[in-house]
């Protein structure tokens, strides 16, 4: 069964309106990381929250964790049309060699 | 800036031949992993290697091998190419184990078995 579940699994929005995808993962992490997929290419990392960390900024990006709940969210500020992509949340976890992918959320954001 | 390159981008392959998907990365990281991604499932773990001729089996390691002879490289192998191998191939690498830092990506090779 996959680690990270994305939510939700398609968003559309206008530019300039704030996206926010949340991710629930099953079992304790080390780290929670977002990466981000253009069509049909390979992923990008955008940013890593350490599992003693509950929130980090990048740029418009803005990234909560809560390991109380087990749930992550990220949140991109003032969207743009070049922000539609796919966005998928990562876990490592202990005793796991190799990052754990949930299935991803597919953000549009019309011009 | 790492680079992570995979030899194909689209790949159209018969049932039943022996496929080789082939990924190199030039930072000299230790560890690299080979994903298949399928519209719904996300990314799924086929095999990973932490250092030169070692290798874990991932999550969906049945019908693939992997071969790692040297450092910057490291092969997927389809022993004999099947429709249910049609998918989206990812070769990341990262330094640190354990998935505790981020990885790096290739652009993904799209391979069709017919």
């Known amino acids: 069964s996959q680690q990270g579940e994305e939510d939700p699994q398609a968003l559309s929005i206008q530019e300039g309106e704030n996206a926010t995808m949340n991710c629930s993962y099953k079992?304790?992490?080390?780290?929670l990381q977002w990466y981000r997929q253009n069509s049909g290419r390979g992923l990008v990392h955008l940013i890593l929250?350490?599992?003693?960390?509950r929130e980090k900024h990048s740029g418009r990006l803005r990234v909560t964790l809560d390991t109380s709940k087990k749930s992550s969210s990220l949140l991109i500020t003032a969207s743009r049309a070049a922000d539609t992509a796919s966005y998928f949340c990562?876990?490592?976890?202990?005793?796991?060699?190799?990052?754990?992918f949930g299935s991803g959320t597919r953000l549009q954001v019309q011009p | 800036d790492v680079k992570v390159t995979q030899s194909s981008r689209y790949l159209v392959k018969r049932t039943g031949e022996k496929v080789f998907l082939e990924c190199v990365q030039d930072?000299?990281?230790?560890?690299m992993f080979w994903y298949r991604q399928d519209p719904g499932l996300g990314l799924r773990l086929i095999y990973f290697?932490?250092?030169?001729?070692?290798?874990e089996k991932g999550d969906i390691p049945e019908g693939y091998s992997v071969s790692r002879e040297k450092k910057e490289r490291f092969s997927l192998i389809l022993e004999s190419a099947s429709t249910n191998q049609t998918s989206m191939y990812l070769c990341?690498?990262?330094?640190?184990?354990?998935?505790?830092?981020?990885?790096?990506f290739g652009q993904g090779t799209r391979l069709t078995v017919v």
């Open positions: 290697s932490y250092d030169v001729k070692m290798k």
């Open positions: 930072m000299d990281h230790e560890n």
């Open positions: 990562a876990t490592g976890l202990t005793g796991r060699r190799a990052l754990t």
């Open positions: 929250i350490r599992s003693n960390e």
């Open positions: 079992t304790s992490i080390n780290n």
């Open positions: 990341a690498s990262s330094f640190p184990p354990g998935g505790r830092a981020e990885a790096f």
